[in-house]
């Protein structure tokens, strides 16, 4: 119902109006504090909608309420047009509140002279803040059940047409919508960790199996004079089998580790962190008989543990994927966008290459392009960094023909 002061209601004047959603007291699935909507920084995804209101209405004050009855208060998670001290306060107690009626009621409220208005007339934002127009319009949680208000608001009576009162409420729903995102967000971060929580539990319980089953081949094929040449081929290729299990269990519990976001954020010397990760694998480097060549590179910011682990696989993999016919060379260079204001690193070698019709799928979990009895892996190596580079808010991406090598470029934002 929409609370006209004449007595009339909205939807005895236009019958598109929107009226009562649901029932029911406010309830959230997440907290107010959890989600963020009271005692919390503004955020441009909801002051842009209050900046919008005020342009569109041409009044002084929009407001985004947040109707907190355990602590008496309605919270300004966005406010414009304001004065001192309300608008560094960011919140009234229920007693300067009209947004709880709106709440309360579950309707939309119009008000065009509040001192006149039966509802609204003894409240004391009338007295004390000389509020004389009020246009709100309910703001929802995940389970459609109002929980603030999204309001316009002004110290002169105002007569309220109805497309204004449609826009209002399209604008509210715009709120909910906001809202619904951060929640959903906070339901994919939950999700999002607790599978990393139980990849690593399930990688850490194989661990255990594995090595000892790796034990016990080991321990047959060391009979070798007991056991027929049949039996000994079996323990030999169960023990290559277990030997990939361990390593794929190994790269399983590295990846959920490795690729959690959080961490240390600090600024990264790639010069530095490239001569530690060819230090490491400087046996690599000589079994492939590879020539590398690492020009001037800039310093990052990041989490040291993830972009280290990302470029050590990218560097790796130039070493594994070798072309048999030519010298093994690995190039590392970069450039900086100014436009962008980003940093783009490359690895680039000579090797086999990655035709073009894979190049979407490398990035993927547990995906090979080669027999294990060709090169080595668990293929989980690019979908590593590729996780990395999303958590940095940046990209990667690979160039090649299939023949002459492969190019692979990550970007990251210049964030200091």
């Given amino acids: 119902m929409l609370l006209w002061v004449d007595g009339r209601t909205a939807s005895q004047k236009n019958n598109n109006a929107i009226h009562k959603r649901s029932n029911g007291k406010c309830t959230v699935t997440y907290s107010f504090e959890e989600l963020g909507l009271v005692d919390a920084p503004p955020e441009s995804m909801f002051d842009n909608l209050t900046k919008l209101a005020t342009s569109l ?33 960011r919140q009234t107690p229920l007693s300067h509140s009209f947004c709880q009626y709106v709440v309360n009621d ?3 409220l119009v008000i065009e002279n509040a001192a006149l208005h039966p509802k609204v007339k003894d409240n004391l934002a009338v007295r004390d803040l000389g509020v ?8 929802y949680n995940l389970k459609n059940e109002p929980i603030g208000a999204f309001c316009v608001l002004d110290v002169k009576p105002r007569r309220w047409t109805l497309e204004e009162i449609e826009q209002l409420e399209r604008l509210s729903n715009c709120i909910t919508d906001a809202i619904k995102l951060k929640a959903a967000y906070l339901d994919s971060e939950a999700l999002r960790k607790e599978q990393a929580d139980f990849s690593y539990a399930i990688s850490h319980e194989l661990k255990s199996p594995a090595n000892t089953l790796h034990l016990i081949l080991n321990e047959i094929a060391l009979e070798g004079d007991g056991i027929s040449d049949d039996a000994h081929q079996l323990v030999k290729e169960g023990l290559g089998t277990v030997t990939r299990m361990q390593d794929q269990v190994e790269s399983v519990l590295h990846y959920s580790q490795t690729t959690q976001k959080g961490g240390a954020i600090e600024a990264i010397s790639l010069n530095v962190l490239f001569k530690e990760i060819l230090l490491d694998l400087k046996a690599d480097i000589s079994a492939s008989d590879s020539s590398i060549n690492c020009e001037e590179l800039p310093v990052i910011m990041g989490n040291r543990m993830q972009i280290r682990a990302l470029f050590q696989n990218l560097v790796s993999n130039a070493l ?11 190039s590392i260079s970069s450039t900086f966008n100014e436009s962008s204001a980003q940093h783009c690193i490359m ?7 990655i035709a073009v019709e894979n ?11 080669h027999l294990h009895t ?16 999303r958590n940095h808010h940046g990209s990667i991406q690979v160039a090649s023909n299939g023949q002459d090598g492969s190019t692979f470029t990550v970007v990251f934002p210049d964030l200091r």
């Fill in 320 to 330: 594994k994927f070798i072309a048999p016919e030519r010298k093994s060379l690995v």
């Fill in 57 to 89: 209405f041409k009044i002084p004050v929009s407001l985004v309420t947040i109707i907190d009855f355990d602590k008496n208060r309605q919270f300004f998670k966005s406010q414009l047009g304001l004065a001192e001290p309300l608008a560094g306060q």
């Fill in 106 to 108: 579950n309707a939309t």
């Fill in 374 to 389: 060709e090169y080595a892996g668990s293929g989980i190596g690019l979908a590593l960094c590729h996780r990395v580079m």
């Fill in 347 to 353: 690895v680039k070698d000579n090797g086999i290459g």
């Fill in 359 to 369: 190049q979407a799928s490398i990035f993927r979990l547990f995906n090979r392009l």
């Fill in 132 to 139: 004389a127009t009020y246009l709100g319009s309910p703001i």
